[in-house]
């Protein structure tokens, strides 16, 4: 009764977006209706297994969380229908809708929320960073997003401006444009390993002997125009079109599975082709950058997400444990750290099809091609309240949360147990 009420709350908070932007000028005044259609939330249930939320997602609905009980989804009304002829059990939860064509990005996140960093304030964070530590960092880009902005890496390291012969990690965020607490648990990294380098011996130790790398903003498009006018657009996509999925464009497997959409009003459209998308193939070209010698240089790697508050690991595309280029022992080592990590934050550990399955997924492509131990998080919450959007103020608490898991990725990384 208690979650349903909270359900409830967060739902009316949809149908009061709605209602904002449906009165907004600019927005009524914008053309392309027939990019928007009207969607609702709704509770599916009948989700008990994988294979049962595999079929929903496979819908193309937008999946907002699921568990044995029941699945949380965005759908048309038609894609409802689909749910129920399928067998599931759907109740609305209320009506949603987004603004249609560009909007300017807001000058900050909506009221109350002005703590977490739009793409410019992040940008401002790491060139500080960069000025504050000079020599422990080096900031640079991966490339361009569709509209044109820097893809930015943040590098740290003792003599950074070197490419010393060290394991390197890698942290990427916001993959997903409404995940931004995801950004904040990159600006979070950034801001622990540079900050607490001069009087913590055990960070020191972990920036000596690798190289991290962090990206906080894979999907800044999106990103900033879930937050354009002042108000969330529970927008997940990048913004070519009407949207790709950048986690199920990315080129192992890539639609191979049911476990994304070729429809491109989709929310886990997989776009026209792997890498169509300019987010995922400039991050993808950056790491295939880095195997030099013919060795890959990146050992490590967390994309971050919300919410659900898991520990995900490939693959994705299969249900399989084992499967081409997962080994028993490999698929072992990712589920030794995997739960030894989800120890620390108290995050759920499991294979990330045991969700639901989805292709095309950066883990996937990390782990076959390169050999990278890759892990997808799902921080908080937990569940539908309060979804993507937590209060600001929870900021601190979720991103320390995952310090010690940071750390023993960074310490797998490294071949030895560091920072803990
Ligand atoms: O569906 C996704 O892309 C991720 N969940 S989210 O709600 N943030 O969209 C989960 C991806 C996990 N799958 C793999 N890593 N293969
Ligand atoms: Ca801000
Ligand atoms: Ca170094
Ligand atoms: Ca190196
Ligand atoms: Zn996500």
Not at 74 to 102: D, K, N
Not at 216 to 232: A, L, M, T
Not at 400 to 407: E, Q
Request: aromatic share 10%; proline share 5%.
């Amino acid at each position: 009764m208690r979650k349903r009420r909270c359900l409830l709350a967060a739902v009316s908070a949809f149908a009061l977006l709605a209602a904002g932007a449906a009165a907004s000028p600019a927005i009524a005044a914008a053309p392309a209706p027939e990019a928007q259609s009207v969607q609702e939330v709704y509770e599916v249930f009948g989700t008990g297994s994988p294979q049962l939320r595999t079929k929903v997602a496979g819908t193309g609905v937008d999946v907002l969380t699921a568990d044995d009980k029941s699945a949380t989804v965005i759908a048309t009304s038609a894609e409802a229908a689909t749910l129920r002829s399928l067998g599931f059990t759907v109740e609305s939860r209320g009506s949603f809708q987004r603004p249609v064509g560009p909007s300017a990005a807001a000058a900050d996140f909506p009221a109350g929320d002005e703590g977490y960093h739009t793409y410019a304030e992040t940008t401002a964070e790491l060139q500080q960073a960069a000025r504050d530590h000079a020599g422990l960092t080096a900031l640079s880009s991966v490339g361009t997003s569709y509209e044109g902005r820097a893809l930015n890496v943040l590098k740290i390291s003792d003599n950074a401006g070197t490419d010393e012969n060290e394991p390197e990690v890698l942290f990427t965020c916001n993959q997903h444009a409404r995940e931004h607490l995801t950004t904040e648990m990159c600006l979070h990294i950034v801001q622990r390993f540079t900050d607490g380098y001069a009087t913590n011996a055990s960070i020191k130790n972990m920036v000596d002997s690798t190289e991290i790398y962090v990206v906080p903003n894979v999907n800044p498009d999106g990103s900033e125009y879930d937050i354009s006018g002042g108000r969330y657009h529970m927008w997940r996509k990048n913004r070519q079109g009407q949207g790709t999925d950048p986690n199920r464009n990315w080129g192992y497997q890539w639609g191979c599975c049911g476990g994304s959409s070729g429809s491109p009003t989709s929310e886990t459209y997989r776009g026209p082709s792997a890498f169509s998308a300019p987010e995922t193939r400039a991050v993808s070209n950056w790491v295939n950058g880095r195997k030099i010698g013919g060795v890959q240089q990146i050992k490590a790697h967390i994309d971050f997400h919300t919410y659900s508050e898991l520990v995900l690991w490939p693959y994705g595309y299969t249900y399989n444990d084992t499967a081409p280029g997962m080994t028993a022992a490999e698929q072992k080592r990712f589920a030794d750290l995997g739960r030894q990590m989800a120890g620390t934050n108290n995050y759920t550990p499991q294979q990330s099809s045991d969700l639901y399955i989805t292709d095309g997924s950066v883990n996937d492509w990390m782990w076959f091609n390169h050999k990278i131990l890759s892990y997808t998080f799902e921080m908080y919450p937990r569940g539908s309240n309060p979804g993507f959007y937590p209060p600001d103020e929870v900021i601190g608490r979720e991103t320390t949360r995952n310090d010690r898991a940071v750390d023993l990725l960074v310490g797998a990384a490294i071949g030895a147990p560091v920072g803990v």
